[in-house]
């Protein structure tokens, strides 16, 4: 059974940092990419990041460019997405997908398996 396991959100204040992981099982890891979306109370989902294995492509949205980064340790199965100076509007659930389509303008997930999100609250 496949499992992506989202962990490490939580609430921090206006330019705080947060670690969040996403912990894959039940596939070979090393077989898909895995992506970061979020999705904000009342707005739709957006991807975030992805590593493409492939090629080594790094996809960032360009609101997080700067301030957020993601990083894979294949020997957990995990992937990780370093994010500091948070800001309010990034506010969000966060969640991690697998299958995901990574490239250098996108993430995209029409396939992807999906973890059960955590949830990122930063106050102002």
């Known amino acids: 059974e496949v499992q992506l396991q989202a962990s490490g959100g939580g609430l921090v204040q206006d330019g705080g940092s947060l670690r969040l992981s996403c912990a894959a099982s039940?596939?070979?890891?090393?077989?898909?990419?895995i992506g970061w979306f979020r999705q904000a109370p009342g707005k739709e989902r957006e991807g975030v990041s992805c590593?493409?294995?492939?090629?080594?492509?790094?996809y960032l949205t360009d609101s997080v460019k700067g301030r957020f980064t993601i990083s894979s340790d294949n020997a957990k199965n995990t992937v990780y997405l370093q994010m500091n100076d948070l800001k309010p509007e990034d506010t969000a659930v966060y969640y991690c997908?697998?299958?995901?389509?990574?490239?250098?303008?996108?993430?995209?997930?029409?396939?992807?398996?999906w973890g059960q999100g955590t949830q990122v609250t930063v106050s102002s």
């Open positions: 997908a697998a299958r995901v389509i990574c490239v250098r303008d996108g993430v995209h997930a029409p396939f992807g398996w």
């Open positions: 039940g596939y070979n890891f090393d077989d898909w990419d």
């Open positions: 590593i493409n294995r492939n090629d080594g492509t790094i």
